[in-house]
């Protein structure tokens, strides 16, 4: 799939970059053909009006770009007078092919090839006056570069091919990540669900078997009860994590106390921690407002501290602070007392469906936690990670703080 994107991505660049270098090389071949033309009728023009003014053979002056010769005709069409030291004028055969093809010619002014010769006539009162310039020069500097647009276009259709290339293979880099992640979203997503349905169906298929006692029964009806409830949470996280990947990035958050939302947030879980023996410490700064979503940055909050009483050492402490960090943002730390998570361990943590421990499954945890935080925590533009450090891991929350309106 991204290959295809990939080459499509080449083909439409290469397209443009093609078309670009043909117009620009057109242009530069046609003004620069137009100026030479230019030049060479307006010399030609000059010498018209002083067609036998003295000059040295082979001595061009500064408004002389090209050899010359002239030819003076009568009103009948004779030729009386030659001026021009850059041609031998004494063939007469040549000089009226010359004069024929000059007169045979509908405009006053265009291009004998079979000489590469440019003639310019010009009538006056009481006679003709024909200019004749050689264009070799012209035509060669034409042929040169034409020459030079074509290896310079080329060159930079060849340079632009690899940069095409390099180019769309950053460009279809976050596409073959996002199709890699869902990949491996899907497959994780099937091994974590497969698993509790075979145990369901294995303890279905027992609890059909007449030779087991209530009590048996009783043990295999809870076991799918709660392998049950335990599906229902995944997939509901599983939609909650679509849900905030394809959330409308253009929702308007509103101004809301982060300090009361993070001491709303703690209350609720002072019981849990005081039931497994736990010591839940805060240390909250009043008065910071952020702007955002308050139920999504409640989630956050519940997320960290579920997975701090889950995984926190036995009697150990947690501890929850908010403080400013400097004078536009505030960091939020939920801190407990648990194994040292290793470094790679730490760089894959909000990686969905990945557990340090997989052990971890056994009390529900799915790896899908994390990763739901990390996409609130970016959509409100702000940075989570996490660190471990002296049997304390920490993780961290910094979003941009709101100033308060006075």
């Not at 947030?265 to 921690?273: G, N, R, S």
């Amino acid at each position: 799939m991204t290959r295809k994107l990939r080459y499509k991505f080449i083909i439409i660049i290469m397209g443009i970059v093609t078309i670009m270098l043909c117009i620009i090389m057109s242009m530069i071949y046609f003004f620069t053909k137009r100026n030479l033309e230019t030049g060479s009728i307006a010399m030609m023009q000059n010498i018209s009006d002083n067609p036998f003014l003295l000059r040295l053979p082979n001595e061009l002056h500064d408004d002389i770009r090209f050899p010359y010769f002239t030819l003076q005709l009568d009103m009948r069409g004779n030729l009386i007078a030659t001026g021009g030291g850059y041609y031998d004028l004494s063939d007469e055969s040549f000089l009226k092919n010359l004069i024929d093809a000059a007169f045979s010619a509908d405009a006053p002014v265009g291009i004998i090839e079979d000489y590469n010769l440019r003639f310019f006539r010009k009538d006056t009162a009481v006679n003709q006056i024909l200019v004749y310039a050689d264009i070799s020069s012209e035509l060669a500097a034409l042929n040169n570069l034409l020459q030079n647009c074509i290896f310079i276009g080329i060159a930079c259709f060849l340079a632009f091919l690899l940069i095409s290339f390099l180019l769309a293979k950053w460009v279809v880099q976050p596409v073959d990540r996002a199709w890699q992640q869902q990949r491996q979203f899907i497959a994780d997503a099937s091994h974590e669900l497969k698993t509790p349905l075979t145990v369901i169906m294995t303890n279905a298929e027992l609890l059909q078997n007449a030779d087991y006692d209530e009590t048996s029964q009783s043990a295999f009806s809870s076991s799918i009860l709660v392998l049950s409830r335990q599906m229902r949470d995944l997939v509901e996280q599983m939609l909650e994590l679509a849900r905030t990947d394809h959330v409308q990035t253009h929702t308007v958050f509103s101004s809301l106390d982060f300090s009361r939302l993070v001491s709303d947030a703690v209350l609720p879980f002072e019981p849990v921690f005081f039931e497994r023996g736990l010591t839940l410490r805060t240390e909250i700064a009043g008065n910071i407002l952020v702007s955002g979503s308050p139920s999504e940055l409640r989630q956050v909050l519940d997320i960290l501290l579920d997975n701090a009483q889950k995984y926190s050492r036995r009697n150990g402490t947690t501890w929850v602070t908010l403080k400013r960090r400097g004078k536009n943002h505030c960091l939020l730390a939920v801190a407990d007392e648990g194994e040292t998570i290793p470094p790679q361990d730490l760089k894959n943590l909000f990686k969905r469906f990945y557990r340090a421990d997989q052990a971890r499954s056994r009390n529900g945890s799915f790896g899908l936690g994390l990763s739901i935080a990390e996409s609130i925590i970016k959509r409100h533009k702000g940075k989570i990670w996490a660190e471990s450090k002296n049997g304390i891991n920490t993780f961290f929350v910094e979003l941009r703080k709101k100033q308060a309106c006075h």
